[in-house]
């Protein structure tokens, strides 16, 4: 991800960076889409009042503060401490724990400072968690899923960084209330059709139903109101056939 070295200053390869911006975005849409969360890591100073005000903005959750050793490993008993500890008590009032899920784990992990933000980067792995990461030219980016090359001591990179993430949060969000909104809908119209079609089927199976014990009844009351007839005489020729019959007997008799 370096351009080239200048005066012992590495110089990134932007247009690296546009496309892992692009390709972090898309990904991080995904997550947005699906209802789930993102969980944002942002302790140093250079970050924290861009964190909290773009992040804030989309409704995901972020620590500004010092990162609480095991809030994602040992999530459940970090939630219940968090009270009893007078180390943590400014993270409890300046917001950040109530931006912080407290059903469940977030989707994916976003971090400003790899190296400062070690410990975050090393439970998201544990949990296999994917971590999107602005990585500076002194990070390793080995243990990065989505690798975004960029100055992370630099306001300015910060803030176009977010603002890429966050927009493709927002676009991922309102595409999940859409998608909510229409199958609602959908839903609501084949209940009406189905309501509305109900009747005339029902009319139709019970007047079939009419039909058939009416044809039943029709049959019992002819076959009971038919006069009794006598079977009919026998034809000439049995008549015929019968006296031969006889005829024949007599003689062998004789």
Not at 55 to 75: C, D, I, Q, S
Not at 181 to 207: F, L, M, S, Y
Not at 241 to 254: I, Y
Request: hydrophobic residues 45%.
């Amino acid at each position: 991800y370096i351009f080239m070295e200048k005066n012992g200053i590495h110089i990134i390869d932007l247009h690296k960076t546009v496309l892992k911006i692009d390709e972090a975005a898309a990904a991080i849409k995904q997550i947005a889409k699906s209802g789930r969360r993102v969980l944002f890591v942002a302790t140093k100073k250079q970050a924290k009042d861009i964190v909290a005000e773009k992040v804030a903005a989309v409704g995901m959750p972020y620590v500004t503060e010092r990162w609480a050793g095991g809030m994602l490993t040992n999530f459940p008993t970090i939630r219940k401490a968090v009270k009893k500890m007078s180390t943590i008590d400014k993270m409890a009032t300046d917001g950040t724990f109530d931006n912080f899920s407290k059903t469940r784990l977030p989707a994916a992990l976003f971090v400003v400072d790899v190296q400062k933000e070690a410990n975050a980067v090393k439970e998201a792995k544990r949990l296999s968690i994917p971590v999107f990461a602005m990585v500076d030219t002194c990070c390793d980016p080995t243990d990065i899923d989505y690798v975004i090359p960029a100055n992370d001591d630099a306001t300015k990179s910060i803030a176009v960084v977010l603002e890429a993430m966050c927009a493709a949060i927002a676009e991922g969000t309102e595409e999940r209330k859409l998608e909510k909104e229409k199958e609602a809908q959908e839903a609501d119209a084949e209940g009406a059709t189905v309501k509305k079609e109900g009747k005339p089927r029902i009319k139709k199976a019970v007047k079939a139903a009419i039909d058939a014990e009416e044809a039943a009844v029709a049959e019992v009351v002819a076959a009971v109101e038919t006069p009794y007839e006598e079977p009919a005489a026998a034809p000439a020729e049995a008549a015929e056939v019968v006296a031969e019959a006889a005829e024949t007997a007599e003689e062998k008799a004789e």
